[in-house]
């Protein structure tokens, strides 16, 4: 190929990104040019090496030339890649920001090339994230990170360069996990050069990045969750803080700058309607983006009951974290602050309740945190009632619900207090019944004759409580009517052993029968329905093929319907049941002479009858239980049938109590206890004047709004206001020029008599 050597110039170094040009069109014909700014580079290099000040800005120009046509000729950039990562590495304290900007970026630029592998382009930036000052190229380097490996993952996992970050992120943490234990409590400054400071901004970092990548969904495995775990007993305690969120599932202060940008508000975009031309196509478009922002906001200010416990399911031996926890919380109890101290205990009764593990010194730790003035104490007991599960011994749990008792419930602390202490121990409970003396039990029971509301709620939700669990513990006219339906034969389950066996009965299966038995609307029996659906689209020989299969010598043998029992009771059996009700009612009404203020709840009246008439009831549910294996659907269906049951029984009361007095069942391990649990309802405080003033607007939004609706208001189109409107707000010198004025001053006596006469007309029309 012959080139024309006109216009050289256009090939000096001043003219580089036209050389990257030609040199990217024909790569073989610019070789000569490529290896004089290569040998330029050579020598600029050696001198920015020896002070990286001088020429940085024509150093920066060339590296970037070479960057871009380094897979032109991958021989002579061989080492290129590793010279600008040992200039990083080792000269980064010394170049300016810019300088340090183009490295990076020119390193991005040659691993998107496919110059460098990902793996070297990530162990170049990892040590530069505790290192960077400046809060912009910080957030650059963490988003280059977080990019290059979610997009190694997006199309299959990248198990090789997920197991080579994932050792590097584990050598981050450890490096500094054999020093000294350092309090951060921001009363002496650290020097930048301390090792222990720069080992703890490495756990830091690796920590961040681990958690990111679980946020993003790229890392999901228990080798991620042991890279957290190690953190937790960092001997810093920041790292030890951004661990424990992680287990949370809680944001933290620093880890927000990672955030997306917030799209416009729903004003500007109908600010934004007002001013542009009005199209259908523009009026849907608004539409479908105020929704989309409205489901942002509403997501985002949602409260979660439910938090994400995939972290501590993937831990591989809860027990020794657990106990390593607690003896980290134990040893270092008067140096940790409180949030922190806060901190160790959520996780670690979070642990606790999710693997049913025992670290029973705990709950001795946490007797001196149970005091009515302790700070967060909320909290506190939200997270002791989270930690207890049904393997928790009840001899470790007595003492706690004691002191509790002893410091909450009596009348020398305020009402919330009190109402805090029953919510606290009805959820111990809860999870434990055994856990409460009969005595305890009887005098917390009896304050729901309180007059404050959110007392009387959570006495009545322990009451509830133990007429399902352990109604045995209760006074005889306070076990109410369906602990007396169970009779005397109702023995609670022994520690440690699972409720529910052949003999007893699932609570809320008479409820599931008759919801099964209303599906089927053709038969009452809900298995001859089965039947005669599975009999559908067949065909039944007719009457005459029976009489001549009679014939022919067949047998009639009855179907096993027509001997099934009939379960419903025969008009014997109701005569019978009609005079034992009357000769019991007359019993129970002697019996039943102490009147309760809770007449709902403490129904004795008529005991034995009620359960005589719930027999076939029992029997129903023993029967479903015995032919049908139940699974957790269908328990979420008989909780679904007992609230429902309760709330149309008439009282709203009654079946919020019964939500929150019912027993453990499947999938309540992963519900959250928050502070609000613990507090209950509670009487609705002043108001402060930004939430007065937040609910003034609140109130405005969708309203016109107040004033005339003269002039422009009355328009459906806004335009500019009309012309007596704009006269009243002219200055009065204007009005003094203007023409009607000076009419009136140069109008002759002829036409001042006519004006006056047709005003004094129409004043007598007006008074007319």
Not at 318 to 342: G, I, M, V, W, Y
Not at 429 to 447: F, H, I, K, N, S
Not at 542 to 555: K, N, P, Q
Not at 728 to 738: C, D, E, F, G, V
Request: charged share 30%.
């Amino acid at each position: 190929m012959v080139r024309s050597h006109a216009g050289r110039g256009v090939l000096l170094s001043s003219n580089l990104p036209q050389l990257q040009n030609l040199i990217k069109r024909d790569p073989a014909a610019y070789k000569e040019e490529f290896l004089q700014q290569w040998n330029h580079y050579r020598s600029i290099l050696n001198i920015f090496q020896a002070n990286p000040v001088e020429q940085s800005e024509q150093f920066r120009d060339m590296i970037t030339f070479i960057s871009q046509v380094a897979p032109c000729y991958p021989n002579e950039t061989t080492n290129f890649s590793a010279e600008l990562s040992s200039l990083l590495l080792n000269h980064y304290g010394e170049l300016n920001a810019d300088t340090k900007r183009s490295l990076i970026s020119n390193l991005i630029i040659l691993r998107k090339k496919d110059v460098i592998p990902p793996t070297e382009l990530l162990k170049t930036l990892f040590p530069l994230l505790p290192r960077t000052s400046s809060s912009t190229l910080r957030s650059f380097i963490r988003k280059t990170i977080l990019s290059e490996i979610r997009t190694a993952n997006v199309q299959r996992t990248n198990l090789k360069l997920n197991r080579a970050v994932q050792a590097m992120l584990f050598r981050m943490v450890e490096q500094g996990a054999d020093m000294d234990v350092f309090f951060d409590k921001g009363k002496k400054p650290v020097r930048g050069a301390d090792v222990s400071h720069q080992a703890g901004e490495d756990a830091l970092w690796a920590v961040f990045l681990t958690k990111d990548l679980w946020k993003k969904g790229v890392w999901n495995d228990a080798k991620s969750v042991s890279i957290v775990s190690l953190g937790c007993f960092h001997p810093i305690t920041k790292v030890q803080s951004a661990a424990l969120h992680f287990f949370l599932d809680e944001e933290e202060e620093d880890d927000s700058s990672d955030e997306d940008e917030e799209g416009p508000n729903v004003k500007s975009l109908q600010h934004r309607r007002t001013i542009n031309k009005k199209t259908r196509s523009g009026d849907k478009k608004i539409a479908k983006d105020i929704k989309a922002i409205k489901k942002k906001n509403k997501s985002k200010n949602e409260d979660v009951s439910k938090a994400n416990f995939a972290a501590l399911q993937l831990l591989q031996d809860p027990q020794t974290f657990a106990e390593k926890l607690f003896d980290n919380l134990s040893r270092f109890d008067k140096h940790f602050t409180l949030e922190h101290k806060l901190l160790c205990m959520q996780v670690l009764c979070r642990s606790l309740g999710m693997h049913k593990l025992c670290v029973l010194p705990f709950y001795t730790y946490l007797l001196k945190y149970l005091t009515h003035a302790q700070l967060r104490i909320p909290t506190i007991l939200a997270a002791l009632a989270t930690s207890v599960h049904p393997l928790t011994p009840p001899d470790v749990l007595t003492p706690v619900l004691r002191k509790i008792a002893h410091e909450f419930v009596h009348p020398g602390v305020g009402s919330e207090v009190v109402a805090a202490g029953l919510n606290a121990v009805r959820e111990v409970c809860r999870r434990q019944p055994l856990a409460m003396e009969e005595d305890l039990l009887g005098d917390l029971v009896e304050y729901r004759k309180s007059k404050d509301k959110s007392v009387i709620a959570g006495a009545r939700g322990l009451l509830h409580l133990y007429r399902q669990e352990m109604p045995s513990m209760l006074k005889r006219r306070e076990r109410g009517k369906e602990a007396s339906m169970k009779g005397a034969t109702f023995q609670p389950a022994a520690f440690g052993h699972e409720t529910g066996g052949g003999n007893s009965v699932i609570e809320g299966l008479d409820l599931l029968e008759d919801h099964m038995r209303k599906i089927n609307e053709d038969d009452d029996n809900a298995e001859a329905g089965d039947d005669e659906e599975d009999w559908a689209g067949w065909e039944v020989a007719s009457e005459t093929s029976d009489s001549s299969s009679a014939s022919e010598g067949w047998i009639d043998v009855p179907s096993d319907s027509e001997n099934e029992l009939d379960l419903s009771d025969s008009d014997d059996e109701k005569e019978k049941k009609e005079k034992d009700a009357e000769s019991h009612i007359g019993e129970a009404e002697d019996e039943d002479k102490d009147k309760d203020e809770d007449k709902d709840e403490d129904e004795d009246d008529g005991a034995e009858k009620a359960q005589n008439a719930s027999q076939p009831i029992v029997d129903l549910s023993q029967s479903i239980a015995a032919t049908k294996i139940l699974t957790p659907a269908d328990f979420a269906l008989i909780n679904d049938l007992r609230s429902k049951a309760a709330s149309s029984s008439g009282s709203k009361r009654k079946h919020s109590e019964l939500s929150r007095s019912m027993p453990m069942g499947v999938g309540d391990e992963a519900v959250l206890l928050g502070e609000q649990d613990i507090l209950g309802s509670r009487k609705k405080a002043k108001a402060t004047y930004e939430e007065r003033m937040a609910s003034v607007r609140e109130g405005r939004e969708g309203r016109e709004k107040f004033g005339s609706n003269k002039g422009k208001k009355r328009k459906d189109v806004p335009s500019s206001s009309t012309n007596r409107e704009k006269a009243r707000n002219k200055p009065i010198m204007m009005i003094m020029a203007s023409s009607a004025v000076r009419g009136k001053k140069k109008a002759s006596l002829m036409e001042k008599q006519r004006k006056m006469r047709k005003h004094n007309e129409n004043q007598k029309r007006k008074k007319k």
